[in-house]
T-cell receptor, first 114, second 115 residues
Framework: AQSVTQPDIHITVSEGASLELRCNYSYGATPYLFWYVQSPGQGLQLLLKYFSGDTLVQGIKGFEAEFKRSQSSFNLRKPSVHWSDAAEYFCAVGGSSNTGKLIFGQGTTLQVKP | KAGVTQTPRYLIKTRGQQVTLSCSPISGHRSVSWYQQTPGQGLQFLFEYFSETQRNKGNFPGRFSGRQFSNSRSEMNVSTLELGDSALYLC??????????????FGPGTRLLVL
């Protein structure tokens, strides 16, 4: 069965510190992986996606993610967190053509300490 | 281009009533998907429409239905509301070209509270 696991429900980091949010997936075919961010009361904004090619993907707002097929992981990283990064982050997997269906992880809430 | 818009943004209903939510996709997008977001179940896929046809459906009861119009706008309907239907309902649109890994663009959602 297709699934996405985000092991960390809640993470707190200090402003300026580095960040890594974990994502593991289970998918039978070639996965297409996404990271979205959701601020309170808002919809989801795409940060980045992995489609093919280079396994290190650059996104918006200084985020990057690395696809590791051997570990079935797609972890999100940022070298220096800003207070405005506080939000909920969702990893998602989609794959086949002719459908836009995404399977989401449970999300990780990021709190940033001043 | 304007983003995905959803109306209304907030809605309060009572058990047993029905509700209709509306979604206008990004101009030119032909595919619309709906998701339900709750604290307990997270983000769950409801259904997807492309060219006025349901292309995919999630594991929800028949009380949840939807449709898509010729201008790609979509509506979802929930009949006989239950307390557990209280959620944020998100609509997403994509170009619908059939490309692999097509990006979904999300609207701000409709917050439904069932009393």
């Amino acid at each position: 069965a297709q699934s996405v696991t985000q092991p960390d429900i809640h993470i707190t980091v200090s402003e300026g510190a580095s960040l890594e949010l974990r994502c593991n997936y289970s998918y039978g075919a070639t996965p297409y992986l996404f990271w979205y961010v959701q601020s309170p009361g808002q919809g989801l904004q795409l940060l980045l996606k992995y489609f093919s090619g280079d396994t290190l993907v650059q996104g918006i707002k200084g985020f990057e993610a690395e696809f590791k097929r051997s570990q079935s992981s797609f972890n999100l990283r940022k070298p220096s967190v800003h207070w405005s990064d506080a939000a909920e982050y969702f990893c998602a997997v989609g794959g086949s053509s002719n459908t836009g269906k995404l399977i989401f992880g449970q999300g990780t809430t990021l709190q940033v300490k001043p | 281009k304007a983003g995905v818009t959803q109306t209304p943004r907030y809605l309060i209903k009572t058990r047993g009533q029905q509700v209709t939510l509306s979604c206008s996709p990004i101009s030119g997008h032909r595919s619309v998907s709906w998701y339900q977001q709750t604290p307990g179940q997270g983000l769950q896929f409801l259904f997807e429409y492309f060219s006025e046809t349901q292309r995919n459906k999630g594991n929800f009861p028949g009380r949840f239905s939807g449709r898509q119009f010729s201008n790609s706008r979509s509506e979802m309907n929930v009949s006989t509301l239950e307390l557990g239907d209280s959620a944020l309902y998100l609509c997403a649109s994509s170009p619908g070209t059939g490309s692999l890994g097509e990006t979904q663009y999300f609207g701000p959602g409709t917050r439904l509270l069932v009393l």
